[in-house]
């Protein structure tokens, strides 16, 4: 293995309460060294010149889908982790609602084999019930050994009040978190968009909020009753974020992760009948986009995840009513956060990569990663926060395009990202 | 589902055989505005020509998030509050093929926006009743209805032809 010498960068390791002009030795995989630039004494066989450049612990994604396996024609688990890396994600999340369901150990293992060709950390997210289908739960003991990082059944909620407590359960005992997509289908009817004056005016049917939040209050009550870790999934509505606050005041082991679509826009982007704005759950009023700004602000919100989610043309090209929920996100995940919060003076970029890497890794345990102390993964996100630039989708590096992004202007690039010591992407 | 633009033009184009102008007008549509595309095409043109637009329905067929559709859409729950006084009284029908799960009491329907001519007495003398078609006779309105003098809903059937025609030769570019 090599050596590579990050240098004269600044780096903000928010895990470490570090923020400041280094150099970092990267050797054989992990952190060898922090040195106040110039002092290192290793040797290095590549050295990076990082002037102006901001130095973080690898991001990571707590939502993606990679639609591998059995989705190929939408992502696949090497492109997926192609366009993660384009994005500054060092390690993606992958949620198990693929074809077969990862709900086994198998799959799991299917999944982190070399051959399907991931160029970033894969860590499965394990279904949370047999099939996602609710009613069964599925072995977690096994699916944590065979790597999984949490349990969820995302896309399909699980309904059952005494299924998810008895998920929570299970999951306290091996230590995993339940990662919950709140909707209550029953109330949600799962209609194309949120309920409200947007939706009468363009003749579709509504999910009203309440479908989100009132499943998130039940989660939290079973959460306070069995002790388990629950990671509330793009949480979209100001009043679920209430919750959440109340929940963490009350004790209970509670996150919440937003994704960047929610915090960019509104149900008015719904307007023109554009797919690439129909996603689950739907984006939201004027009013929920402030709490969640706010939520991000205040620290209610522990982590920004994707909720990457490729689709095909043919999936999307339809009615508004039939069209595919979910939109794709790796690649602007960090200029969506710098763009919106950090360039606009809301949050500081120690918040931004807290955001992005230390609070996810601590979500889902990943030992290691989320920090660049001595002897930590050398997992590292590169960027220029103050860079100028336009997403391109037609240069995505995923298999889909469903996304509102082309053409539109970002403040902050990601210039390379390392994973365990070896440079993946690079625009150095 | 959300814009029948060609029908709101030849409403008001009826409408305007009958009154001088919508300026002033009380405009009441009854029924199911959430299915229909006429409701949301008249309030847009109805309310930019001056007319009050009153909407009338249930809960379930008429969500409170109607009254932002246009300037000035007031929601009337009662129909005998909603017709009083009106010059055009529009009634929609209930769309079944597209209810999905709402639950509809026809009986209970029936009974409170049914527009019988006891009804139609509460709207002024002049006035006019409307219905976009096709119409479920004994539904929304009795035989009695849709069959008297100010029953104007084969005129608009008509008209859709003029207007329709009228449009087309505009947008080919065709001189008055």
Known sequence: ?????????????PARGFNALADV??????VEEIAEPGKSKSTADETLNLKGLTVAPGFIDLHVHLREPGQTHKESIATGTAAAAAGGFTSVCAMPNTRPINDSPAVTRWIQDEERGAVVNVFPIAAATLGSLGEKLSDYRRLKEAGAVALSDDGKPILDDHIMREALALAAKVGLPVIQHAEDTKISGGNPMNEGVTSFKLGLRGQPSASEWQMVERDIRLASQEGGRLHVAHVSSAKSLDIVRFGRASQVKVTAEVTPHHFLFTEESCSTYDTRYKMSPPLRSAADREAILAALIDGTVDAIATDHAPHALFEKEVEFDKAAFGITGLEIALAATITELQHTGKISLTRVVELLSTN???????????????????????FDPKKRWTYDVEKTRSRSRNCPYGGMQFYGKVRATIVAGKVIFSEL | MHAHPSQALLDAFTILNHKKSLKGLKIVTIGDIFHSRVARS?????????????????????????????PGVEIVRDMDEAIRGADVVMMLRVQQERLSGMQINVDEYIRRYQLTSA??????????????????????????????????VLEQVLNGVKVRMAILATLLGGKR
Not at chain 1, 360 to 377: C, H, N, Q, Y
Not at chain 2, 49 to 67: E, H, Y
């Open chain 1, 25 to 30: 030795v990267l050797r054989d995989g992990r």
């Open chain 1, 1 to 13: 293995m090599s050596t590579v010498l990050l240098k004269g960068g600044h780096l903000i390791d």
């Open chain 1, 360 to 382: 996810p890794a601590r979500i889902v345990g990943l030992k290691g990663r989320g920090t660049l102390a001595e002897g930590s993964v050398a997992d590292v996100t590169i």
């Open chain 2, 42 to 70: 008249d309030a847009h043109l109805f309310s930019k020509l001056g007319a009050r637009v009153v909407f009338c329905g249930p809960d379930v067929l008429l969500p409170n998030s109607a009254r932002e559709l246009a």
């Open chain 2, 119 to 152: 009804k139609l007495k509460l709207a002024k003398r002049d006035a006019i009743v409307m219905h976009p078609g096709p119409m479920i006779r004994g539904m929304e309105m009795t035989d009695e209805v849709a069959d008297c003098k100010q029953s104007v």
